[in-house]
C-alpha cells in the first residue's frame, strides 16, 4: 500500500511527520509523491494563528475534493488537536483525526482504519523519513512550552516543556551524521531551556560541548532561543566551537515595554539590546534573526514607531514578521483594545519595508568575503548553485547564497565548498564557488 503525506507548519511539526512516514514505511507502506495515488493521505495541520488555521481548512477541502472512494484519509497535527471536533462534524469525508495526544496509538488506529494487523514499533526519532535535505536534517530536543506568552497557543496544544534525555540526542545526531547529516539544526519551543524539567537545570551547553565533538558535522544551529535565558556561558559556548554556527534566532517579539508587558513577556526592549550588544561585542560576526508581532491589543502607533525605532537600531540580519491572531482561550483573547486589521497589515508592510532597507545595508558589509557553505540545491537552468553558510538556516525565513560555479560538474548536493560574495540584495547573497 502506499502512503501521501502532506505537512503544514513549522519544522518541529516536520519532526513529527518524519516519525510518521518511518512508522508506516517500516511496516511495509511505500511513500508515494502523489495524493491520487495513495492509499492512504496524511496531511498533518499547523494551528497556531488564523492563516496557518485557513491553509488547513483549505487543504482538508481541496484532499477531500480529490479523494476517491478507496482512498483514507487522516488529518493530524495542531489543528487536529484543537479543533477535533470541528473537523469531524464539518468534515465528513476524513476518515480519521489523530490528535497530538494519540500519536502513540497511531499504528493501532491505522490498523482500525484498514482493518489489518500490520503496524509495529512505535514513532521514534531514530526511524524517520526525512522531509527535508538529509544533509541538514532538524532534531527536536523537547516539546510544549511552559511561557504561557499571552497571544500564543503553544501551551495548550502540545502542553508543558518536556526535554529529551541527552543520551537520546546523541544517539539520533550519531544516526544523521552516519547518514550523511553535514548540518544539524536543533529545535524546540523554547530551546534554550532545554533541562530544566528533567534535569533541573538548564543543559544546553553541556548538549552543544557533546554534540561539538561528534565527527562529520559542518555546523550545529540553534533555533528559537528565548532571550531571558541566553546565559553568557551559552555565548562562550558558541562562541569557542567552529561548528556552532554564530546564529542567535531570538524571538523578541516587540519593543515596547507596554506591549511586551501585555504579552506576558519576559525581556524589556533595554534587556535586549544589552544582550544582543554583548552578543556583539563576543562575536562579531553573530546573526541575530527574529520575529515580530504587529496588531496586539492596545498597540497604538507611538508603540508601533517604537518599534520600527528598534528595528533602525539592532539591525536585524534577519527578521520575521507576523500579525496578531486572536486565538481562543489565550490571555489576550479577553483583551479588549483590538487593533483593526487594515491597521495592522498597514503597520506589517511598514515594518518589512524598514527591515528590507536594514537587510540590503547589512547584507552588503559582506561583499569580497570568503566562507564555508553548504550545498543545498543546483538550478540547471540559470547554472547556479543554493548554497548556506552560517548565516543562513534551512527554512523559509533566511534566503540563500546564489553561486557560479566554473566547475559546476565537481560539485555535488551535501558538499562544502568556498564561496566568494560578489554582490547583493535585501534578500539574498550572490558569489562565485571557488578552489582554494
Excluded: W
Aim: glycine share 4%; proline share 3%; charged share 25%.
Amino acid at each position: 500500500m502506499k502512503v501521501g503525506m502532506i505537512s503544514l507548519g513549522c519544522s518541529k511539526n516536520q519532526v513529527d511527520s518524519e516519525m510518521i512516514l518511518g512508522l508506516l514505511t517500516k511496516s511495509g507502506f511505500e511513500i508515494s509523491l502523489s495524493i491520487q495515488d495513495s492509499d492512504l493521505i496524511i496531511l498533518n495541520t499547523c494551528g497556531f494563528i488564523d492563516e496557518a488555521k485557513n491553509e488547513a481548512i483549505e487543504e482538508i477541502a481541496s484532499i477531500i475534493s480529490l479523494k476517491k472512494p478507496n482512498q483514507k484519509f487522516i488529518v493530524c497535527g495542531c489543528l487536529a488537536t484543537r479543533y477535533k471536533e470541528f473537523i469531524e462534524y464539518n468534515f465528513k469525508d476524513v476518515d480519521l483525526v489523530i490528535s497530538l495526544k494519540d500519536y502513540p496509538r497511531f499504528p493501532i488506529l491505522v490498523n482500525n482504519l484498514f482493518n489489518k494487523e500490520m503496524l509495529f514499533g512505535d514513532l521514534s526519532f531514530n526511524n524517520r523519513v526525512l522531509i527535508s535535505s538529509k544533509y541538514s536534517p532538524y532534531v527536536r530536543i523537547a516539546d510544549g512550552c511552559n511561557n504561557h506568552c499571552a497571544f500564543c497557543s503553544i501551551p495548550l496544544i502540545r502542553g508543558k516543556y518536556v526535554s529529551r534525555s541527552i543520551d537520546s540526542i546523541v544517539e539520533e545526531v550519531k544516526g544523521l551524521v552516519k547518514d550523511g547529516a553535514k548540518e544539524i539544526n536543533l529545535i524546540a519551543q523554547d530551546t534554550s531551556k532545554y533541562g530544566v524539567d528533567n534535569y533541573h537545570s538548564l543543559k544546553l551547553v553541556e548538549l552543544l560541548n557533546i554534540l561539538s565533538e561528534i565527527d562529520g558535522i559542518f555546523l550545529i544551529r540553534l533555533f528559537y532561543i528565548y532571550p531571558e535565558t541566553i546565559t553568557d556561558e551559552l555565548i562562550e559556548c558558541i562562541k569557542s566551537h567552529d561548528n556552532i554556527a554564530n546564529y542567535f534566532d531570538i524571538p523578541l517579539q516587540h519593543a515596547s515595554n507596554d506591549i511586551l508587558k501585555l504579552m506576558n513577556r519576559h525581556t524589556t526592549k533595554e534587556e535586549s539590546i544589552d544582550l544582543i550588544n554583548k552578543i556583539r561585542k563576543e562575536i562579531p560576526d553573530a546573526v541575530i534573526r527574529t520575529s515580530l508581532m504587529v496588531g496586539f491589543p492596545h498597540e497604538n502607533n507611538k508603540h508601533f514607531n517604537e518599534l520600527l525605532d528598534f528595528v533602525k537600531e539592532v539591525k536585524f540580519f534577519h527578521m520575521g514578521a507576523f500579525l496578531y491572531s486572536r486565538e481562543e482561550d489565550t490571555k489576550s483573547y479577553k483583551y479588549h483594545l483590538r487593533v483593526p486589521k487594515f491597521i495592522a497589515r498597514r503597520r506589517y508592510d511598514k515594518l518589512m519595508e524598514v527591515q528590507m532597507e536594514v537587510a540590503k545595508e547589512e547584507k552588503k558589509k559582506l561583499i569580497g568575503k570568503t566562507y564555508k557553505a553548504i550545498v543545498d540545491s543546483y538550478d540547471p537552468q540559470s547554472l547556479t548553485f543554493s548554497l548556506r553558510n552560517y548565516m543562513f538556516a534551512p527554512d523559509d525565513v533566511d534566503s540563500s547564497i546564489i553561486a557560479t560555479c566554473p566547475y559546476e560538474n565537481e560539485i555535488g548536493l551535501g558538499d562544502i565548498v568556498t564561496v566568494k560574495i560578489i554582490g547583493s540584495n535585501f534578500y539574498e547573497l550572490y558569489g562565485e564557488i571557488i578552489k582554494e
